[in-house]
């Protein structure tokens, strides 16, 4: 029997996306001791914004808004900020998806470039202008830039994965 | 060109209202929720910051766990790194040994001077408490440059501690738990110290940049005749940090006469800090 097959393994894929959210949030890899200058990806937005797309609500939104405090603790911001940020990322999504007919890896990608500069904005603009705390717009900038560019990579390996999760459940 | 508005409005609607099939919550009432998070925070509300506080001591431990194979990764690559520099590093101990050698002669001649001199300026000379402490996260995210050590309230942590790595000032303590801390990094943008460039004892104000090293601030590099090598030393004005505690060294000086300062510490390298509270023992 093969392991995709056996329920408790469909079960652990099917959470796949949950556990991968979690574990970024909680281990936040930067890949900051490689001391690459200026680079940094914000992973969870990435992951929010595909499965809240094509993921058929897979990835609960109750979890999305935990995940956003676990952040806020992690790296310590005010809290309640990422949760409203990546609570945003799947509005963008789910309008997306409500608006689309014909799906297209190119069109998402660039919304999703228009949805991470607003929800960077405003992200950004509250941590500054309520919390006064000050942030380097240069990191800032290649963030979101490095975020949009591997969201282009990222989105074949969540296929990838989300076929799997189709295959195993027919 | 009215259908278009009417989708555009239907799209959002369903957005934000509508549950679907597998979530139990819709967005729209998670929205609510967060932004009442958020300001009931930004007012010290009491009942978020106690949630603040469990949420803090329950995630620091599993992200410290989570975060293992990480640190096994990351720990490889700077041992591998230390093996490959081995014999470079081996000529530089060398030379920095005989220098210290010979400094350490006059040393202990002004540590005597210097201790007689400050008490009779009635200035802070000594430690209250010394804790160790274990650092249990080191995320520093690109925008906030912060660790979270084992200690906290219980062990006598307060807020405004100096923390050191070895003698090296590396930040100070801006939230406490229970049982942990977060120590806000000197390389953080929102972190100002007040410091003396020796040996014009210089007072300025170091302010971190979010990268490696520091900066000068509300210094007139010309007028005081700062050089690339001066030494940079907590200058223990506002009385939370002793004077003297060394920090850094200016690094360089840039064309528009920024001075930029180097950190004695390799902040992605601590393990084990001393979190210290200076008091006039006088």
């Given amino acids: 029997m093969a392991f995709s097959k056996i329920p408790i393994s469909r079960k652990i894929l099917s959470l796949g996306p949950i556990i991968l959210l979690y574990v970024s949030v909680l281990n936040e890899f930067d890949f900051n001791y490689l001391e690459f200058k200026y680079f940094s990806f914000n992973f969870p937005y990435i992951l929010i914004f595909y499965w809240s797309l094509k993921g058929e609500g ?113 | 060109m009215e259908t278009n508005r009417d989708d555009f409005i239907i799209a959002i609607r369903s957005a934000f209202l509508k549950k679907g099939t597998k979530q139990r919550f819709s967005l729209i009432v998670l929205l609510f929720f967060s932004i009442t998070i958020l300001v009931l925070g930004k007012y010290n509300f009491k009942g978020i910051n106690y949630l603040k506080s469990g949420l803090n001591e329950l995630i620091y431990r599993v992200t410290f766990i989570v975060s293992a194979p990480e640190n096994f990764i990351k720990n490889t690559y700077n041992l591998t790194l230390s093996h490959i520099n081995l014999y470079n ?109 020796e040996p014009n004892s210089v007072q300025s104000i170091l302010t971190g940049t979010g990268e490696k090293y520091g900066k000068l601030l509300y210094t007139q590099i010309e007028k005081f005749n700062l050089k690339t090598g001066d030494q940079i030393y907590t200058s223990g004005s506002g009385g939370i940090f002793k004077s003297g505690i060394p920090i850094g060294k200016v690094n360089f000086i840039d064309d528009s006469n920024e001075a930029y300062v180097i950190f004695h510490s390799d902040f992605t390298q601590l393990r084990l800090v001393k979190v210290i509270l200076y008091e006039n023992l006088n």
């Avoid at chain 1, 069109?107 to 500069?117: E, N, P």
């Avoid at chain 2, 400050?118 to 995320?139: T, W």
Wanted: net charge positive; proline share 2%; glycine share 4%.
């Fill in chain 1, 58 to 170: 897979r990835l609960s939104y109750v979890f999305v808004f935990i995940a956003g405090l676990i952040n806020d603790v992690v790296i310590g911001l005010p809290i309640g900020i990422s949760s409203l940020t990546y609570l945003l990322i799947c509005v963008f999504a789910v309008y997306l998806r409500n608006i689309t007919l014909r799906p297209s890896l190119i069109k998402d990608w660039f919304f999703f470039l228009f949805t991470i500069l607003v929800t960077s904005s405003f992200f950004y603009s509250i941590v500054i202008i309520f919390f006064n705390i000050k942030v380097n717009y240069y990191e800032l900038l290649f963030n979101v830039l490095y975020t949009f560019l591997l969201y282009y990579f990222f989105s074949y390996i969540f296929g990838y994965y989300l076929n799997l999760l189709r295959r195993t459940n027919d």
């Fill in chain 2, 89 to 197: 590093d081996h000529k530089k101990l060398k030379k920095d040994f005989k220098a210290l050698q010979a400094e350490n002669f006059n040393n202990s001649f002004i540590i005597s001077e210097n201790e007689m001199l400050k008490a009779k300026i009635d200035d802070i000379v000594d430690s209250s408490s010394e804790i160790l402490a274990k650092v249990l996260v080191d995320k520093q995210s690109p925008f906030l440059k912060s660790i979270i050590v084992n200690r906290g309230s219980k062990d006598g942590i307060k807020l405004g501690m100096a923390v050191l790595d070895e003698e090296f000032l590396i930040g100070k303590v801006v939230e406490v738990n229970f049982r942990t801390s977060r120590v806000l990094l000197l390389s953080d943008l929102n972190s100002k110290i007040p410091i003396s460039v």
